[in-house]
């Protein structure tokens, strides 16, 4: 069959051009991937340094339409409304930086969090002091940290940041906890205060809503307009410096595919997701069938007691249980993804040797095979040119159809062992993370989709090529 | 070759095929964990050694030298470390062979017994309970509108079938699981009880079981709901496309045309001929399924938290208990491999043109 009568052939199957279509968008997504997610996005999939900004666990952005609210988006702000800069006299002569930055507050909830960053920072010997204002629409004014301290703890990051929920303890300092309950003790009733003893509240509520008798349960109604940040940085060094300062107002929403509970942007995950998931389903069905049917076409060809002991090898590996194996493997050689597709190709040549065996012993059979062995051709010149020609075309249906498998076995093994072996953000390991977080359905939803997504192009497209090529089948 | 002497050859092979499976998977294994095994047995010698200083606070640094080095060699010899490689790896596969499978290092059954037999009979139960109602109900479906989808080729229903069984053949089952979790039991609340979901997320029975048996029984369908909907859902969709492939098959035979020129209606010819002469090969993938799944789902049993067969094998892995770990290949693929000598045989039996060379492929 010629090249052309095979593509006219094909496209006479739905399911194939379904599958090709499919494919195409995810070799796209695959190939385009840095130019749909940030590259550097990817490589920092691992560290948490890196997301420290995003809010954590929260939908996409177009949940919040779903749900019918106006859901306050990530917000990053980094170009203050009023800069200022002088230097205080002798004895200290401290530089003093002050910022004014502005944020326009008119959703249905207050945002996530609110994080103060001033990054780069390098302190001499004398450490350097901060204060942060917030003052709100209605003229109040919350301070947050009033000579705030660049600690030890924060050296090495070379960042000050303080985040005014204070969830993110392990990164940002707490401080600020205790400046929002002071403002709200200002408006609040004892009665309140003594019953917010002990309870999760949410700091946002104090510094977003109206003051007043149960603003810290958020059962005032929200107070809307244009609220400022005013931040002042004292510091005491010559040497000292900083690179830039910025206030982030955490979304309730995020990005197109929300993020997971360290913050990190699933949709990154997805996208970069497709080319692991191809790179393992194509390398690792294209070798266990090349290899496959090279086997089976030989141990049929040989014949004999040879074919007997390559059978005999061929159901010992085909009976060992593949997925602990898989694992254990795993766990010990702590694979790439390029290795890993490897490894299973190990165990998963064994998929098209029974086929392929049976067809070869039948081509083998045929009258023409025996005229060319009458007129002398060579065991070789049999094996390529008359059984291999029957049985290669064969083996891209088969290829196609081992990919699903191979993909799915790679999704389990990243979602058992997750981060101890794989460092990739394959969707398998994304799932492995959302696994006991069952109400995120944006985490759970996309990766899972994806995987069947892929595993259907393959199969769609080898279900066409099982009709077209599959000698048995021919009507 | 005589029945006799195909009975014996396909029992040779078996045995030879088991005994390469556990040789590969014990040196595998026993590579796999030499550092974890050194690992362990210093930690057990560590903790003795200061146990003993605590006890003999006299004693001198030569005595805890003696003593730390007395343990060593115990739990040298304990974990077998003394040994080299290839002389544990047959002892093991001997130990396997004759069915002793030792103690597991670290796993323990409910009821505190350190047996691997004792693991793997407290969870083989659970895994045969999940797997077979799933697959009974599976089978039931699918078998059913496989029957029908060949019935009328072509139909909606027909193609409907195709569709979804192509689309559950690359869906994972433990995803599949996840997702009826987050429906079943975060989103849709229990009328009973708003703290809880409709179904629980995990588990075979709740922590404080009623003890009355009928309430038992209760609460542990209400578990078993959820992972065997799951279940059905999978894999009804490729059991319905297998059967009406088979069927299909059938049909085109000479002898249901003769039964159709006969005039028996077409719900006789379809039940009484089409679907007795596609009985083996059904049978055959049915047995095959019931067996297979012996080993249990180890992503899924984790994901529904099912104290089955899957479940201990990843435990194994994660504790990196190599006793369980053994046990459990041994056993699974023991059974496996009996299965198909089985259906072999009795395929053999059965049917004469059937013979070495034409053995079962698994699904």
Request: net charge neutral.
């Amino acid at each position: 069959m010629g090249f052309k009568e095979f593509w006219e052939e094909f496209f006479r199957y739905k399911s194939g051009i379904a599958g090709l279509i499919l494919l195409f968008g995810l070799a796209f997504m695959a190939i385009g991937a840095p130019l749909l997610a940030p590259t550097e996005a990817y490589e920092n999939w691992l560290n948490d340094e890196y997301w420290v900004e995003n809010p954590e666990g929260v939908p996409p952005t177009w949940a919040a339409w779903l749900m019918g609210k106006n859901l306050p988006g990530h917000i990053i702000m980094t170009d203050p409304v009023e800069e200022d800069h002088w230097q205080e006299p002798p004895p200290w002569g401290a530089r003093v930086y002050r910022w004014v930055f502005k944020y326009d507050f008119y959703y249905d909830e207050p945002p996530k969090d609110l994080m103060f960053r001033v990054l780069g920072i390098t302190r001499g010997e004398k450490a350097p002091l901060i204060r942060i204002k917030i003052v709100r629409p209605d003229e109040k004014e919350i301070t947050i940290t009033c000579n705030y301290k660049l600690s030890e703890r924060f050296r090495d990051t070379n960042c000050i940041s303080i985040s005014v929920t204070g969830t993110k303890e392990a990164r940002f300092d707490p401080l600020s906890k205790g400046a929002t309950w002071r403002f709200a003790e200002k408006y609040e009733t004892e009665e309140n205060m003594i019953k917010a003893i002990g309870m999760v509240i949410d700091e946002m509520d104090i510094v977003f809503r109206e003051a007043g008798p149960g603003m810290i349960f958020g059962d005032t109604p929200l107070l809307h307009g244009t609220y400022k940040f005013i931040i002042t940085v004292k510091m005491y060094n010559p040497g000292d410096r900083f690179d830039g300062m910025r206030v982030i107002a955490a979304g309730k929403v995020y990005g197109l595919l929300g993020t997971d509970i360290r913050g990190r942007d699933l949709w990154v995950g997805i996208v970069w997701g497709s080319r692991l998931a191809l790179i393992v389903g194509l390398i690792g069905s294209v070798v266990s069938t090349v290899v496959g049917v090279f086997y089976g076409t030989v141990s049929a060809y040989l014949g004999g007691i040879k074919d007997e002991i390559l059978q005999r090898i061929y159901e010992v590996v085909a009976s060992i249980p593949v997925l602990p194996i898989l694992i254990l493997m795993a766990a010990i050689f702590k694979p790439s993804v390029w290795n890993l597709a490897l490894m299973m190709a190990l165990f998963y040549w064994t998929g098209p040797v029974k086929t392929v065996r049976s067809m070869a012993l039948q081509i083998k059979e045929e009258p023409y095979v025996e005229a060319a062995r009458a007129i002398g051709a060579s065991g070789w010149r049999i094996l390529t040119k008359y059984i291999a020609n029957q049985v290669l075309p064969y083996t891209f249906a088969l290829m196609a159809m081992t990919v699903p498998g191979v993909i799915l076995t790679e999704a389990g093994i990243s979602f058992l062992m997750g981060g101890e072996i794989i460092s990739e953000p394959t969707w398998g390991r994304i799932l492995g993370d959302a696994h006991g977080y069952s109400k995120m359905w944006w985490w759970i939803l996309p990766p899972g989709f994806m995987i069947c997504l892929t595993g259907l192009s393959f199969v769609l497209i080898g279900y066409a090529l099982d009709k077209i090529l599959n000698p048995m089948l021919k009507r | 070759m005589g029945y006799g002497r195909y009975v014996l050859f396909r029992l040779a092979n078996m045995f030879v095929v088991l005994i390469l499976v556990t040789v590969i998977s014990a040196a595998l294994f026993y590579a796999a964990g030499e550092t974890f095994l050194w690992d362990l047995v210093m930690s057990h010698v560590n903790a003795e050694v200061s146990a003993y200083r605590q006890q003999y606070p006299t004693a001198s640094e030569e005595e805890i030298r003696r003593f730390k080095q007395e343990r060593e060699k115990f739990w040298m010899d304990y974990y077998g470390l003394t040994k080299p490689l290839w002389e544990r790896v047959l002892i093991t596969t001997w130990n396997l062979m004759t069915f002793n499978f030792g103690k597991a290092l670290q796993l323990r059954t409910p009821g505190g017994s350190d047996k691997v037999i004792d693991l793997i009979l407290d969870r083989l139960p659970n895994t045969i309970l999940l797997f077979t109602v799933g697959d009974l109900i599976t089978m039931a479906i699918g078998i059913y509108l496989g029957m029908k989808a060949a019935k009328n080729v072509g139909s909606l229903l027909d193609r409907a079938i195709s569709t979804f069984a192509m689309v559950t053949y690359s869906l994972p089952m433990w995803w599949t699981g996840m997702l009826m979790i987050m429906v079943f039991s975060y989103y849709i609340p229990n009328p009973f009880n708003p703290y809880e979901g409709l179904f629980p997320s995990g588990g075979i029975l709740s922590p404080e079981v009623p003890p009355d048996p009928f309430l038992r029984f209760l609460d542990f369908l209400w578990h078993l709901t959820l992972p065997v909907t799951t279940l059905v859902l999978v894999s009804f969709g490729g059991w319905a496309y297998a059967t009406r492939n088979i069927v299909l098959g059938t049909l085109q035979q000479d002898f249901v045309m003769a039964a159709r020129a006969k005039g028996l209606p077409e719900r006789k010819v379809l039940y009484g001929h089409v679907l007795r002469a596609s009985s083996p090969a059904i049978a055959t993938s049915v047995i095959l399924s019931v067996v297979g799944s012996l080993g249990g789902a180890m992503i899924s049993e984790t994901v529904f938290n099912w104290p089955g067969m899957g479940n201990l094998a990843w435990m194994a892995i994660a504790n990196m208990d190599f006793p369980v770990l053994l046990g459990w290949m041994y056993v699974t693929t023991l059974i496996w491999l009996l299965t198909l000598i089985v259906i072999d045989l009795i395929y053999g039996l059965l049917d004469p043109r059937v013979k070495v060379g034409i053995a079962v492929k698994g699904t």
